[in-house]
């Protein structure tokens, strides 16, 4: 159903906040190129439900490490939003995927229904398009691409973030029907507040403004789910979840919010090389002159003041 212009851009704006901003655990252990230290550091997953810390390195593992620690990888995350405020229902459904290969290479897509982004770096190029239009090329130099993947990956933090304080990870069991060997825990909410889940202090922030109060005025009330976790690596393979919510912006029938998230990474080690296809080079306008005039002004004559001295004509 079809809600009233304001109704719906209040929920938009709780939608549009779902992935306010990408941040990624980068300790010092390997360097890679020109990216900052990545944590290859061992994982003990033995200690994953119950440590805050080992949870953030799990939950909040930047991109770049999980290709360290899996190799080249396609990570896809898809989300169903249903807001209910007063009566009035939405239904937003968002993806978020990446795909980096072994020689560094990536294909980012962030698709919402206010907007779709394409960005692709391929060796010293990048290739981004909006929406329908083309797929223009740059050279790297020009364009800042590194935050895009955290900005993705990200969303499986954002997920469990909205469940946090009270999110619990429990029944750790090894789940034998996957193709390489993982723990699989179970989601759900505690009674009592918990640890908050935020990002580590030492997280590289993607340059999105968070945007502020409503997840500080969200209020989980149910969730269920699993996770899987890469018993070798550590990194953070499958989660699903459905889970509500009541965010207090009103004393009356506040909104209501219902997610289904499920994410996954597949294709570990196997993933093609990236290839942007078909692209045109991006338009570049040049630049104005500074004295567009001057051809003009050089040509006049000059000009005698009363001491009898030549100046040159004033400017038109």
Request: proline share 8%; net charge negative; charged share 25%.
């Amino acid at each position: 159903m079809r809600a009233p212009p304001v109704t719906s851009a209040l929920i938009l704006f709780f939608a549009a906040c779902m992935l306010p901003a990408a941040c990624s655990s980068e300790n010092n252990s390997t360097t890679n190129g020109a990216n900052k230290s990545i944590d290859t550091a061992p994982i003990d997953l033995a200690l994953f439900p119950i440590d805050p810390t080992t949870r953030a390195r799990v939950i909040y593992m930047s991109p770049q490490a999980a290709v360290e620690r899996l190799g080249a990888l396609h990570f896809e995350a898809k989300s169903t939003f249903e807001f209910n405020r007063g009566g009035q229902e939405l239904e937003q459904n968002d993806l978020y995927s990446m795909t980096q290969d072994s020689s560094g290479n990536f294909h980012v897509v962030l698709d919402t229904p206010e907007s779709q982004i394409e960005i692709f770096l391929v060796g010293e190029t990048v290739y981004v398009r909006h929406d329908k239009g083309h797929l223009r090329e740059k050279p790297r130099r020009d364009v800042e691409v590194g935050g895009w993947r955290e900005l993705a990956f990200s969303s499986v933090s954002q997920a469990l973030e909205l469940f946090s304080p009270h999110l619990t990870i429990t029944d750790p069991s090894i789940d034998e029907t996957t193709p390489r060997k993982t723990m699989r825990y179970s989601l759900g909410l505690s009674e009592t507040a918990g640890t908050v889940l935020k990002c580590p202090p030492e997280s590289v922030t993607a340059p999105v403004t968070p945007t502020a109060q409503w997840r500080e005025l969200a209020r989980p009330l149910d969730l269920r789910g699993n996770l899987w976790v890469d018993a070798a690596t550590g990194v953070l393979t499958r989660v699903t979840l459905d889970g509500r919510m009541e965010i207090q912006d009103r004393q009356v029938r506040p909104t209501q919010l219902k997610l289904h998230f499920d994410s996954a990474i597949t294709d570990a080690g196997k993933v093609a090389t990236v290839r942007p296809g078909s692209s045109i080079p991006e338009l570049k306008r040049n630049r104005r002159p500074r004295d567009p005039l001057s051809f003009f002004r050089d040509q006049l004559p000059k000009l005698e003041d009363p001491e009898g001295k030549q100046e040159d004509a004033e400017d038109p």
